[in-house]
């Protein structure tokens, strides 16, 4: 859970980040990428890691036309404007799949399920070790496209100031759809990643999302690091909860760390304190 957490909220704070929007979205851009995998693993038999990839890339191609038509003309508006634009983009995207899904909940199987690994006192099933290799696979990829190329570069600028980064040249909107691109992938592989484990049904992203936002807010707004570390935080208090308290309380926990870290570190575990002269 640490790393499906970990990978919306990558998603969720490289387009804070970037493009200064908060994506109530998210949650939806998961829910439908876990559909995608759902058609190609269970109705066109398509092996589970060519489905993951192939996911990433529709939802991926998916988030740049959210880019073009939804959160381009929100750019420069009023936050308010852009947090009900993305409010409203989620209500409309999870009431479209359950017109065209059904809400009836539906199952993903696959062969990594039946296979179990054996670590010392530890039984887990190969889908489960699957989730946090190919979560760990994707955050060093992720980490090393943006520390160590060009693209990578502008986007950090874009991070900085994208105002000056325009002004130098660069092409914002070539970096907020790929922005858009990478953040809907990374939430799509947490959907197609996650499916096998749980049900799958119209309205899964919503409880993600809203931990997804926690995970953001525990790391820094706008932090990487923040987002991973924080991920990994919050999907282990949750489950410990779980197995060692009850099952029942474990939704709490998130958003008691949430109030905690609001009132001793607002700015997050690795945000930094700016302050903004008026």
């Known amino acids: 859970m640490g790393s499906i957490y970990a990978l919306l ?4 704070t490289m387009i804070f980040g970037i493009l200064d929007i908060v994506n109530f979205a998210q949650g939806e851009l998961y829910m439908l990428g876990a559909y995608v995998g759902f058609f190609l693993i269970a109705v066109l038999h398509i092996n589970f890691l060519l489905a993951l990839v192939i996911s990433m890339i529709v939802m991926g191609v998916f988030g740049i036309l959210v880019e073009r038509f939804s959160f381009r003309p929100l750019m420069g508006k009023p936050h308010t404007s852009m947090i009900l634009g993305t409010v409203g983009l989620s209500i409309f995207l999870m009431n479209g799949a359950i017109l065209i899904f059904g809400a009836e909940p539906r199952r993903v199987g696959t062969p990594y399920s039946d296979i179990f690994v054996n670590l010392g006192p530890f039984s887990l099933s190969m889908q489960r070790v699957l989730v946090f290799a190919v979560t760990a696979a994707l955050i ?56 096998p484990l749980f049900l799958v049904s119209p309205v899964m992203g919503l409880k993600a999302c809203l931990k997804a936002f926690v995970v953001v807010i525990l790391g820094g ?6 987002a991973i570390v924080g991920g990994f935080i919050i999907g282990i208090a949750e489950n410990l909860t779980a197995g060692f308290i009850s099952s029942e309380v474990k939704d709490l926990i998130p958003f008691s760390i949430l109030i905690l870290i609001l009132l001793v570190k607002p700015e997050g575990l690795f945000g930094k304190y700016i302050p903004e002269k008026v």
């Open 9 to 12: 909220s990558l998603g969720l």
């Open 140 to 195: 060093i990829l992720l980490t090393l496209f943006i520390q160590k190329t060009k693209m990578g570069k502008a986007m950090r600028a874009c991070a900085q100031d994208l105002t000056a980064a325009r002004i130098v040249g660069i092409d914002t909107n070539r970096i907020a759809m790929l922005t858009c691109f990478i953040g809907s992938a990374l939430a799509a592989a947490g959907g197609v990643l996650i499916a």
């Open 221 to 226: 707004l706008g932090n990487v690091p923040g």
